[in-house]
């Protein structure tokens, strides 16, 4: 039995680390399987729970026949006793239940949030290229919520099932007919409803996918917030997202609309055989087939079996929201790291040579990579680090669907998995194979990837801050000193960060650095990956938001720091190239001309690229 608070661990090497992806429902039988031991306290509880309702009227009719009518007050006390024993019995049993379901709750919520942030950590910069980070957010949050009103709707059915069975066996030892009744007529009462489930599933994906897409926007709006004011297209975005949450405000009606039915049909159908077994218990006691107190009784089971009957209605709607929920998780959980890595040992200073551009990286060298079209040389960084390119256009396009219904709507569902298959099959094509970058002779793809990440890294404009201390930032890891991190924060040039902030290391720094300057944030993320110390580290145009004067102090100071260490820098400013070992010019991707940057300068190419930003700098 799990401990209380639940311990959740989603990192091990165990079942909970595993979850059956295959279908959605698959996904939840998972989610029961792990939870079997407090499902089965559920269960079991539930019933006792749900037995006061069940046991009340027959033990109500046998204190009116043996006591009440023949005038035996002890008979009376008697059943009455019982009676109140059942319901203290049925009132601990509820506390205890009632426990047990903040304990799957909460198992079932952590447990996917954890499952989540594992899966996050595992696939890296090839998340993003799965889903947007508003749908990550939503399963993390709404969708690991209703896992847990998953398993506690399950374990509350079993226990109204085991009840509805006992009023049932009860019912035909008094009256088979009434029982008869009860047994044909509840699956034809639950099954009515089914109709409305399959709009109900329709109209749930629809705000599902809405919602996520809104997270999406609210995201993208408030890490861009910056650039949107200085363009001002604020007012632009804003308007694009109150269009969104409009349509979301529409699903989330329609939704509610078909809840409301499939409640309503409860209601009612259970209404309807409430007042049929009345009628009917009535003519069995006019007709001498009934006493007076099995009556009563009779009417106390057609009370009680509104609650299993609207618990079974219940369940359905909250099954079809768990796989809504399920079909939504399992597309991140799902996938897999497309690369293919062996086990060659890597040696600690590697050479590294990539065959697509012809760059050789020399161990121990300060190498910059120049290029006209700066995609060229961010394409470099990424085959260094074995990142997948960057995808282009946009990730996805759900053409409306959300308004779509039926067949229609399969059909947009269907149509954007098979884009997200295909760029799965795209990334398995370039990661399973050769990679076309090799250390020491040795591809990539033979190397071990966790040992391949610990010697290169890559630090580039997309790198952010985290929400937490300035030292948290600059050391995020805890494993450095104090002296060490101010030496990378010297060489970083940032120092005003230290002392503008209050507290110094440990003054706070907003999520994604938002109370900091363009150029302070580069600046932390440098100092940051220059604490981490790798044997090669590559860096990204790391003083592009930086004037010149901090620049010229960033590149004086950052190639004395990794002198002796493996370093390559794509930039064209020439400061940063007046200190580097060598130079690599870049034309058309491939390697035409290397040197320093003296040297270099004679070549035309390299002068009007370089030319430009040493007009900038005047």
Same mark, same amino acid.
């Given at each position: 039995?799990?401990?209380?608070?639940?311990?959740?661990?989603?990192?091990?090497?165990?079942?909970?680390?595993?979850?059956?992806?295959?279908?959605?429902?698959?996904?939840?039988?998972?989610?029961?399987?792990?939870?079997?031991?407090?499902?089965?306290?559920?269960?079991?509880? *539930?019933?006792?729970?749900?037995?006061?309702?069940?046991?009340? $009227?027959?033990?109500?009719?046998?204190?009116?026949?043996?006591?009440?009518?023949?005038?035996?007050?002890?008979?009376?006390?008697?059943?009455?006793?019982?009676?109140?024993?059942?319901?203290?019995?049925?009132?601990?049993?509820?506390?205890?239940?009632?426990?047990?379901?903040? %304990?799957?709750?909460? !198992?079932?919520?952590?447990?996917?949030?954890?499952?989540?942030?594992?899966?996050?950590?595992?696939?890296? #910069?090839?998340? &993003? %290229?799965?889903?947007?980070?508003?749908?990550?957010?939503?399963?993390? &949050?709404?969708?690991?919520?209703?896992?847990?009103?998953? !398993?506690?709707?399950?374990?509350?059915?079993?226990?109204?099932?085991?009840?509805?069975? @006992?009023?049932?066996?009860?019912?035909?030892?008094?009256?088979?007919?009434?029982?008869?009744?009860?047994? !044909?007529?509840?699956?034809?009462?639950? *099954?009515?409803?089914?109709?409305?489930?399959?709009?109900?599933?329709?109209?749930?994906?629809?705000?599902?996918?809405?919602?996520?897409?809104?997270?999406?926007?609210?995201?993208?709006?408030?890490?861009?917030? %910056?650039?949107?004011?200085?363009? /001002?297209?604020?007012?632009?975005?804003?308007?694009?997202?109150?269009?969104?949450?409009?349509?979301?405000?529409?699903?989330?009606?329609?939704?509610?609309?078909?809840?409301?039915?499939?409640?309503?049909?409860?209601?009612?159908?259970?209404?309807?055989?409430?007042?049929?077994?009345?009628?009917?218990?009535?003519?069995?006691?006019?007709?001498?087939?009934?006493?007076?107190?099995?009556?009563?009784?009779?009417?106390?089971?057609?009370?009680?079996?509104?609650?299993?009957?609207?618990?079974?209605?219940?369940?359905?709607?909250?099954?079809?929201?768990?796989?809504? &929920?399920?079909?939504?998780?399992?597309?991140?959980?799902?996938?897999? @790291?497309?690369?293919?890595?062996?086990?060659?040992?890597?040696?600690?200073?590697?050479?590294?040579?990539?065959?697509?551009?012809?760059?050789?990286?020399?161990?121990?060298?300060?190498?910059?990579?120049?290029?006209?079209?700066?995609?060229?040389?961010?394409?470099?960084?990424?085959?260094?680090?074995?990142?997948?390119?960057?995808?282009?256009?946009?990730?996805?396009?759900?053409?409306?669907?959300?308004?779509?219904? /039926?067949?229609?709507?399969?059909?947009?569902?269907?149509?954007?998995?098979?884009?997200?298959?295909?760029?799965?099959?795209?990334?398995?094509?370039?990661?399973? *194979?050769?990679?076309?970058?090799?250390?020491?002779?040795?591809?990539?793809?033979?190397? $071990?990837?966790?040992?391949? %990440?610990?010697?290169?890294?890559?630090?580039?404009?997309?790198?952010?801050?985290?929400?937490?201390?300035?030292?948290?930032?600059?050391?995020?890891?805890?494993?450095?000193?104090?002296?060490?991190?101010?030496?990378?924060?010297?060489?970083?040039?940032?120092?005003?960060?230290?002392?503008?902030?209050?507290?110094?290391?440990? *003054?706070?720094?907003?999520?994604?650095?938002?109370?900091?300057?363009?150029?302070?944030?580069?600046?932390?993320?440098?100092?940051?990956?220059?604490?981490?110390?790798?044997?090669?580290?590559?860096?990204?145009?790391?003083?592009?938001?930086?004037?010149? #004067?901090?620049?010229?102090? !960033?590149?004086?100071?950052?190639?004395?720091? =990794?002198?002796?260490?493996?370093?390559?820098?794509?930039?064209?400013?020439?400061?940063?190239? #007046?200190?580097?070992?060598?130079?690599?010019?870049?034309?058309?991707?491939?390697?035409?001309?290397?040197?320093?940057?003296?040297?270099?300068?004679?070549? $035309?190419?390299? =002068?009007?690229?370089?030319?430009?930003?040493?007009?900038?700098?005047?």
């Amino acid at each position: 039995m799990h401990d209380f608070p639940p311990r959740v661990d989603a990192y091990t090497p165990a079942e909970t680390s595993r979850p059956d992806t295959r279908s959605p429902a698959r996904f939840l039988g998972w989610l029961l399987r792990v939870q079997w031991d407090v499902v089965a306290l559920l269960g079991v509880t *539930g019933l006792v729970w749900f037995l006061p309702g069940a046991l009340s $009227p027959l033990l109500l009719g046998k204190a009116i026949d043996s006591g009440v009518l023949h005038g035996d007050m002890w008979a009376t006390l008697g059943w009455a006793g019982v009676l109140t024993l059942v319901i203290v019995v049925g009132a601990a049993a509820g506390i205890a239940n009632h426990t047990f379901v903040v %304990r799957g709750w909460l !198992i079932a919520l952590y447990g996917t949030q954890k499952l989540v942030t594992r899966k996050a950590v595992q696939l890296g #910069h090839v998340l &993003s %290229r799965r889903l947007p980070t508003g749908e990550v957010l939503s399963i993390s &949050s709404s969708d690991s919520n209703t896992f847990g009103q998953t !398993i506690e709707i399950v374990s509350r059915t079993i226990g109204a099932m085991s009840a509805f069975v @006992l009023v049932c066996a009860l019912m035909f030892t008094t009256s088979p007919p009434l029982g008869w009744v009860v047994v !044909i007529a509840a699956p034809l009462l639950v *099954g009515a409803a089914s109709p409305v489930l399959r709009p109900l599933n329709h109209a749930q994906t629809a705000e599902r996918t809405r919602t996520g897409e809104l997270t999406s926007m609210a995201t993208d709006i408030v890490s861009g917030l %910056r650039i949107l004011r200085g363009i /001002g297209g604020e007012r632009t975005f804003g308007n694009n997202y109150a269009a969104l949450s409009q349509k979301v405000r529409r699903l989330g009606v329609a939704t509610g609309t078909w809840q409301a039915v499939t409640e309503t049909i409860s209601v009612l159908l259970s209404g309807l055989l409430l007042v049929a077994l009345v009628w009917l218990g009535s003519h069995e006691m006019l007709e001498g087939r009934l006493s007076v107190g099995q009556l009563i009784s009779f009417v106390g089971y057609a009370l009680f079996m509104v609650w299993p009957l609207q618990t079974f209605f219940e369940f359905a709607e909250k099954w079809v929201q768990g796989l809504v &929920s399920a079909r939504k998780a399992i597309a991140l959980l799902a996938p897999e @790291l497309p690369f293919s890595e062996g086990a060659e040992p890597l040696s600690p200073r590697p050479r590294l040579v990539d065959a697509v551009s012809g760059v050789a990286v020399e161990p121990g060298r300060f190498l910059a990579v120049v290029s006209a079209v700066p995609e060229e040389s961010a394409a470099l960084a990424d085959r260094l680090g074995r990142y997948l390119p960057t995808l282009q256009g946009a990730q996805e396009n759900d053409d409306d669907d959300s308004e779509l219904r /039926g067949r229609r709507a399969r059909l947009a569902r269907e149509s954007r998995e098979a884009r997200r298959a295909e760029v799965a099959e795209r990334d398995r094509d370039l990661g399973g *194979g050769e990679w076309g970058v090799s250390a020491d002779g040795v591809d990539y793809s033979r190397l $071990p990837l966790a040992s391949l %990440r610990r010697t290169v890294v890559v630090s580039d404009t997309a790198s952010q801050l985290f929400a937490g201390t300035l030292q948290q930032a600059v050391d995020p890891w805890g494993t450095h000193t104090l002296e060490q991190a101010q030496e990378v924060l010297h060489a970083a040039a940032a120092e005003d960060v230290y002392a503008g902030l209050p507290g110094g290391w440990q *003054g706070r720094v907003d999520e994604l650095g938002r109370g900091l300057s363009g150029g302070q944030r580069q600046r932390v993320v440098l100092a940051r990956a220059l604490l981490l110390d790798p044997e090669v580290l590559v860096l990204v145009e790391p003083t592009s938001a930086v004037d010149a #004067h901090t620049e010229a102090r !960033i590149a004086e100071r950052v190639v004395e720091h =990794r002198r002796g260490r493996t370093t390559v820098v794509m930039t064209a400013s020439p400061l940063l190239l #007046h200190h580097v070992d060598e130079v690599s010019l870049l034309v058309d991707g491939r390697e035409v001309a290397r040197g320093t940057h003296a040297d270099l300068l004679a070549d $035309p190419r390299y =002068r009007s690229i370089v030319g430009r930003g040493m007009e900038d700098d005047e």
